[in-house]
């Protein structure tokens, strides 16, 4: 899959990434990738030489889009993620989108484990011998779509101890802009979001449905 994008500079989308039951474990991978339409077909070629014809299965989706479906051999990696009942929330077999030509095929890769614990014994099981052991680059709690960032949570927090959200008002958005050290469109764009945040958190609790106009 990195492949596809040093040479054909193809974007590669995971959409489902799990192992197969039974003895041995396989991968299951299914991908999109996006293309020029000149090189779709030497993907495809390309894709075919690499696997059999069990392995892989290719539909075409548009002019630029092709649904790859993957069985191969389960990665130690994949493997130890999987035995520990983690999750990746990222690839490191796919092309970055970040990554240069001449640059080592290294980033960063993101798992969600269970607790913070389990970091290091999974670490661990990556490394392998004469290659490089990997290094833990950032470590903190999962934050969902709901989730305020810290930028909207103090803004949202700043804004409530101002006075912001009283009736009558207390405090302008100049108030709020001022104490944060950042403009009234930044401090706005924050606080909306944030705010849109919070009630659809407290939507999903109550079970509102929004309803568009017709």
């Known amino acids: ?15 489902v990434c799990r192992h197969t039951e039974g ?50 051999a389960l990665p130690a990696l994949c493997h130890s993620v999987f035995e520990m009942g ?3 929330m990222s690839c490191p077999f796919l092309p970055s989108a970040s990554a240069q030509d001449d640059e080592a095929r290294e980033g960063v890769w993101r798992v969600l484990v269970h607790r913070v614990r ?3 014994p999974l670490l661990a099981s990556f490394t392998t011998p004469g290659s490089s052991p990997p290094s833990l680059v950032r470590i903190g709690s999962y934050r969902g779509s709901r989730d305020l960032t810290s930028r909207q949570e103090a803004a949202v927090g700043t804004a409530f101890a101002l006075g912001y959200f009283d009736y009558p008002r207390r405090a302008q958005l100049k108030d709020v802009a001022k104490s944060l050290g950042i403009s009234r469109a930044t401090a706005m764009e924050n606080l909306r979001r944030g705010m849109r945040k919070l009630a659809s ?14």
């Open 118 to 120: 389990d970091a290091q």
């Open 23 to 72: 003895s041995p474990r396989r991968l299951l991978q299914l991908l999109e990738i996006n293309a020029t339409p000149a090189s779709l077909p030497e993907i495809k070629d390309f894709l075919g030489q690499r696997a059999g014809r069990d392995e892989v299965s290719l539909t075409q989706l548009g002019p630029h889009r092709l649904l790859v479906r993957l069985v191969g």
């Open 201 to 214: 958190r407290r939507q999903a609790e109550v079970g509102i449905v929004r309803s568009d106009p017709t």
């Open 1 to 15: 899959m990195q492949d596809l994008g040093t040479r054909w500079g193809a974007g590669v989308r995971l959409h």
């Open 86 to 88: 983690a999750i990746c």
